[in-house]
């Protein structure tokens, strides 16, 4: 039996209420460093558009970097559960706060291993930045200092986030679901 195709289901979290919950996480973020020398940290790919509208809402000066991470084989939902670095960090993070900025912890697998790498690197301090967490999925408990939302266990798409290299562009975030023959709102192929 082949697998399923999948299709953009319901929208779980609208644009606005992401808007705003970023809004008011940048706001902490800068009470939080105000005057202390921060490295923000985006962990690609999925974070480039929480990322992009985090960071634009701190006020107060910061070098951004990228890190490449890979935990998911193309077309799987579920996680590998082995973490590889795709692209490094150039800059060196000695004597500077490092803030992780990352889309969706599921298991923690990958956080908790870029914590540990990180922390070899001699930061001030690391913390955690994530957009959404699934509860029911940790396997890892990760703390998280800055998170967006808590979700159900279901995959998700869109603001940043794939399936299989796709729907990245949503502006919302909307649950995937199998496909019942009925075409989704973006589907692009
Ligand atoms: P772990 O399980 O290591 O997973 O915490 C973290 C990484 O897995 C990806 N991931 C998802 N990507 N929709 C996605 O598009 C999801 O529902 C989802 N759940 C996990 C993501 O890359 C994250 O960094
Ligand atoms: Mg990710």
Not at 56 to 78: C, N, W
Not at 163 to 189: C, K, T, W
Request: without cysteine; glycine residues 8%.
């Amino acid at each position: 039996m082949s697998a399923p195709t999948m299709r953009i289901g319901k929208v779980l979290i609208s644009e606005a209420d992401i808007a705003r919950r970023v809004a008011e996480l940048g706001k902490t973020i800068t009470e939080q460093y105000r005057g202390q020398p921060l490295v923000a940290l985006a962990v690609l790919k999925g974070s480039f558009v929480f990322a992009a509208d985090l960071l634009r809402s701190i006020d107060t000066p910061l070098a951004v970097e990228f890190i490449g991470l890979r935990s998911y084989i193309g077309g799987r939902t579920s996680t590998s559960g082995v973490v590889e670095i795709t692209q490094d960090v150039k800059y060196p993070l000695g004597g500077h706060h490092v803030l992780v900025v990352e889309d969706i912890v599921d298991t923690g697998l990958t956080l908790d291993y870029l914590i540990k790498n990180l922390a070899t690197r001699n930061p001030l301090s690391i913390k955690i930045a994530a957009l959404l967490h699934k509860p029911a999925r940790t396997l890892k408990p990760i703390p998280i200092d800055y998170l967006g939302f808590d979700i159900p266990d279901e995959f998700v798409v869109g603001y940043g986030l794939d399936y299989d290299g796709r729907y990245r562009n949503l502006p919302h975030i909307a649950v995937l679901e199998p496909n019942d023959g009925q075409m989704g709102l973006f589907h692009s192929r």
